[in-house]
T-cell receptor, first 117, second 113 residues
Framework: EAGVTQFPSHSVIEKGQTVTLRCDPISGHDNLYWYRRVMGKEIKFLLHFVKESKQDESGMPNNRFLAERTGGTYSTLKVQPAELEDSGVYFC???????????????FGPGTRLLVL | AQTVTQSQPEMSVQEAETVTLSCTYDTSESNYYLFWYKQPPSRQMILVIRQEAYKQQNATENRFSVNFQKAAKSFSLKISDSQLGDTAMYFCASSFRDDKIIFGKGTRLHILP
């Protein structure tokens, strides 16, 4: 069974440019999460989709970040315009949805390493 | 606020030794889940072990076991007979009522030959 995949693995862009990260969850997983780890800090939650709906986006830093999950399959996270402080590793995770709530075990992708210059 | 704290930024042990990674957390929730995730140098983060807070028995997965002290809000990971492949960043984490995972800063573990 394929795990969570993310694309690209690395991205280097200049301040002010736009970058779009993609996440493909494990097939059948209705829950999809985005997390970010800024250098030297904890991995922080960004948002949570249940199918195509945003369940919780309390961790999104500002309106330069836009996440979508059209059709409830893969998700994209767009940063526009990118700032220096957006550099970090962006992780995606997925989990099953059962009996009205998300199961606790989340499976993580390898992450996208973003560097904004 | 829910927090997870790992006080050991980096550790090194010899192969075949036993090592314990510390983790404490803070929550007012009565039901939650605790995890240890491992991220090897190749970057894919994988779940090592998980513990449900309402279960008193400590979780065990082969060479990995936890010491869960609910009253002390402590959740340490013990790796027995450590192997070179155990070299990785280890994250202690918790999931409370709202499903999102809260992570500690991580402990970088080096297993030395």
């Amino acid at each position: 069974e394929a795990g969570v995949t993310q694309f690209p693995s690395h991205s280097v862009i200049e301040k002010g440019q736009t970058v779009t990260l993609r996440c493909d969850p494990i097939s059948g997983h209705d829950n999809l999460y985005w997390y970010r780890r800024v250098m030297g800090k904890e991995i922080k939650f960004l948002l949570h989709f249940v199918k195509e709906s945003k369940q919780d986006e309390s961790g999104m830093p500002n309106n330069r970040f836009l996440a979508e999950r059209t059709g409830g399959t893969y998700s994209t996270l767009k940063v526009q315009p990118a700032e220096l402080e957006d550099s970090g590793v962006y992780f995606c995770a997925s989990s099953e949805w059962l009996s009205g709530r998300a199961l606790e075990t989340q499976y993580f992708g390898p992450g996208t390493r973003l560097l904004v210059l | 606020a829910q927090t997870v704290t790992q006080s050991q930024p980096e550790m090194s042990v010899q192969e075949a030794e036993t090592v314990t990674l510390s983790c404490t957390y803070d929550t007012s929730e009565s039901n939650y889940y605790l995890f240890w995730y491992k991220q090897p140098p190749s970057r894919q983060m994988i779940l090592v072990i998980r513990q449900e807070a309402y279960k008193q028995q400590n979780a065990t997965e082969n060479r990995f076991s936890v010491n869960f002290q609910k009253a002390a809000k402590s959740f340490s990971l013990k790796i027995s007979d450590s192997q070179l492949g155990d070299t990785a960043m280890y994250f202690c984490a918790s999931s409370f009522r709202d499903d999102k995972i809260i992570f500690g800063k991580g402990t970088r573990l080096h297993i030395l030959p």
